[in-house]
């Protein structure tokens, strides 16, 4: 079967090569550093190095504590980190700007057997630490040629990723019988990967829990919601292509008949869809204006005629959770799992979220126990617990203070992490 993965992997790679090209449209970083995809690298002088392989600008972010530990507790190592995506290797960029003396960023070859062994032989590393959910079956079968250790971290699977993944058996389970270790996020989470043919995961929590929230991002969002006026603010967060339709024609029913109507923001889960929930709210007539639109520095003042804002940009995540009165975590109004909570929880928000969570089952259902956090079965119902929520200061102040609660009381899986890679780092 890993032959056959193999063949189609080299017959597809001209396709994914025009794939990269056509992405490059609208994300410039998809253009660059080509070569590296191919397993052609600049000349690397690092020592001792731990690689780290985060995909995309979430499980980047994820991962900063961790790869902060390991440069904090193996002074002598370096650190290779590695994408597959263009937000993934801007999003690294932008949080390790003060260590790039000690860590080194390039893009994943794709796992075709010759560009696994070219990047294993050039960066040698002691061990290889993949983030969440990324087995790759040529890289890990390379890394056994190699001796190189494969460690799966803050590790979660669905159960759909569990089916998809059993469906593929003989191809997916020699892989993960070869990871040496994992940590899994939760409990649900370690018995899927345990079903799936992976002996003995760990519960170590979700290292994301250990995200410092940047004091910047804090005083930016009180800065734009100065900009924004007195208007409460309802967030939308990481929705994605599905959804926002029927946010938007929610919100037309409900808030433009109200006195002292809400701000409606929305920020799209992926760049690339920007303009095209600029144009959803052109087409409505709804009044909007972008985030790109405001001055860096946030003094542009807002107009009360401005019914939306989109956040279209990257990396401010905490600034809008920071300057929100509600907060809804998008992916779950439609089945795709739904996001991670963690940061508007870090910033003491009251958060909604949908019925399709199981991307991220145990933690919404803790959140939801601890009552940091309550489920709606639609846009209509969403908009509707947050106009309640906006007219009920005490329970939001609750919901609030539980939420931070909640987000203190699950952190230390970073060094329940560091545990489980000592024995595999010398």
Request: contains cysteine; charged residues 20%; proline residues 5%.
């Amino acid at each position: 079967m890993r032959l056959l993965y193999s063949l189609i992997w080299g017959l597809s790679l001209p396709f994914a090569l025009c794939r990269l090209w056509w992405r490059g449209r609208k994300e410039p970083g998809y253009r660059q550093h080509i070569a590296e995809r191919l397993s052609f690298f600049p000349r690397y002088t690092g020592t001792a190095t731990i690689w780290v392989h985060a995909v995309s600008a979430g499980e980047t972010r994820a991962a900063e504590p961790l790869i902060r530990a390991l440069l904090t507790t193996y002074p002598q190592h370096h650190l290779v980190l590695t994408h597959m995506t263009a937000t993934g290797r801007e999003t690294g960029g932008k949080l390790f700007a003060d260590v790039q003396d000690r860590l080194h960023q390039s893009y994943l070859p794709y796992d075709i057997n010759w560009m696994m062994r070219r990047f294993l032989r050039h960066f040698s590393p002691q061990l290889c630490v993949l983030i969440e959910t990324e087995v790759w079956p040529n890289l890990i079968a390379q890394c056994q040629v190699h001796q190189v250790p494969v460690t799966l971290v803050n590790a979660r699977l669905s159960e759909k990723s569990l089916h998809k993944a059993q469906r593929m058996a003989s191809l997916i389970l020699p892989a993960a019988h070869a990871i040496s270790a994992v940590a899994a996020q939760s409990t649900p989470d370690a018995e899927r990967l345990t079903a799936l043919g992976i002996a003995h995961p760990l519960i170590t929590g979700n290292i994301k829990f250990d995200v410092t929230p940047p004091a910047s991002m804090k005083e930016r969002g009180i800065a734009l919601r100065r900009s924004l006026g007195a208007r409460p603010v309802v967030l939308c967060a990481s929705t994605r292509d599905g959804e926002e339709e029927l946010i938007l024609d929610a919100f037309l029913e409900k808030i433009p008949m109200l006195e002292n109507a809400p701000l409606l923001m929305i920020t799209p889960r992926h760049p690339q869809r920007f303009d095209q929930v600029a144009q959803m709210i052109e087409e409505r007539g709804i009044s909007y204006i972008r985030r790109s639109a405001l001055d860096h520095d946030i003094v542009t003042s807002v107009s009360n005629s401005v019914q939306v804002v989109l956040g279209d940009s990257m990396g401010e995540m905490y600034m809008y959770y920071a300057m929100s009165d509600v907060a809804f975590v998008g992916g779950s109004l439609v089945p795709l799992g739904g996001h991670n909570l963690i940061e508007a929880c870090a910033m003491g928000k009251p958060v909604l979220t949908g019925l399709h969570t199981f991307n991220f089952s145990e933690i919404t259902d803790q959140a939801i126990a601890a009552q940091a956090a309550l489920r709606v079965d639609g846009a209509r119902s969403m908009l509707r617990e947050a106009l309640a929520l906006l007219d009920d200061e005490s329970q939001r102040q609750q919901m609030g203070d539980s939420a931070y609660a909640f987000f203190l009381q699950h952190q230390g899986a970073t060094s329940r992490t560091m545990d489980v890679l000592k024995p595999f780092i010398h």
